[in-house]
């Protein structure tokens, strides 16, 4: 892991990014949100549920 971005209880966040586009393009940018519940199962899978996706055209 290179970095613990994990929310603290009732923590709000709000992140920005920037992305050089050529002029006249348009890219799709997605970002999930994963809730990490258990650090004691066994597998990743048993511990992460998607809990919100957005998805946005820009241009």
Known sequence: MVEDTRLAPKETRT?????????????RIE????YFYSPMATVEA???I???TMSRLVQ
């Open 50 to 52: 998607k809990f919100v």
């Open 46 to 48: 048993e511990q992460r």
């Open 31 to 34: 970002a999930n949100l994963y």
């Open 15 to 27: 992140e920005t990014f920037s992305f050089d586009l050529p002029a006249g393009q348009r890219a």
